[in-house]
T-cell receptor, first 117, second 107 residues
Framework: NAGVMQNPRHLVRRRGQEARLRCSPM?????VYWYRQLPEEGLKFMVY????????ESGMPKERFSAEFPKEGPSILRIQQVVRGDSAAYFC???????????????FGQGTRLTVV | AQRVTQPEKLLSVFKGAPVELKCNYS??????LFWYVQYSRQRLQLLLR??SRESIKGFTADLNKGETSFHLKKPFAQEEDSAMYYC?????????FGTGTRLQVFP
């Protein structure tokens, strides 16, 4: 099991372009989470998805950001019309199941570092 | 509001010294707390969780509901413990992270 795979590792975009970040969860994991880490800050929750469903998007900015986790293929975090403030490290995590008391661990990818120039 | 606070950005100790990384939380329900660690150039990984009451790599953490704390402790730090440490709280199936503490262990 290769672990959670994120690509690209580094992404440079000009202001106004679109950024697409991909996350392939671990085999057998149906729950995916996206986190953003701004410089000098901790990881901030963005969105929680299961296959074909958005469960919790309370951490997603209201505009320009969207996420999906299709039945087939990786989860995608899409940022339209990027601005300098979007520059950050974006981390994906996956887990096989959730629920209190299930003692379930979230496994993290190595992140995508987005730089907007 | 749910929140995790790690007051120290950086903690520097010498090898063999005791280590305590502080974590306080704010949560009205019954908390589930974790410590995650990120070694240089590696991905974030789970270190320990309070439910298991385990000791990993010599680290322990006790949940103190009265003080709303979950401090991470190790009696004798090793150089290989140098890393970023994040305290996290589970809320509605997602993890709320603190801002992290960088531990530097000098030889």
């Amino acid at each position: 099991n290769a672990g959670v795979m994120q690509n690209p590792r580094h992404l440079v975009r000009r202001r106004g372009q679109e950024a697409r970040l991909r996350c392939s969860p671990m085999k057998g994991h149906s729950h995916v989470y996206w986190y953003r880490q701004l410089p000098e800050e901790g990881l901030k929750f963005m969105v929680y998805l299961q296959k074909e469903n958005i469960i919790d998007e309370s951490g997603m900015p209201k505009e320009r950001f969207s996420a999906e986790f299709p039945k087939e293929g990786p989860s995608i975090l899409r940022i339209q019309q990027v601005v300098r403030g979007d520059s950050a490290a974006y981390f994906c995590a996956s887990s096989p199941q959730v629920g209190r008391g299930t003692n379930t661990e979230a496994f993290f990818g190595q992140g995508t570092r987005l730089t907007v120039v | 509001a749910q929140r995790v606070t790690q007051p120290e950005k950086l903690l520097s100790v010498f090898k063999g010294a005791p280590v305590e990384l502080k974590c306080n939380y704010s949560y009205s329900g019954s908390p589930e707390l974790f410590w995650y660690v990120q070694y240089s150039r590696q991905r974030l990984q789970l270190l320990l969780r309070h439910i298991s009451r385990e000791s990993i790599k010599g680290f322990t953490a006790d949940l103190n509901k009265g003080e709303t704390s979950f401090h991470l402790k190790k009696p004798f730090a090793q150089e290989e413990d140098s890393a970023m440490y994040y305290c996290a709280l589970t809320v509605a199936d997602k993890l709320i992270f603190g801002t992290g503490t960088r531990l530097q262990v000098f030889p």
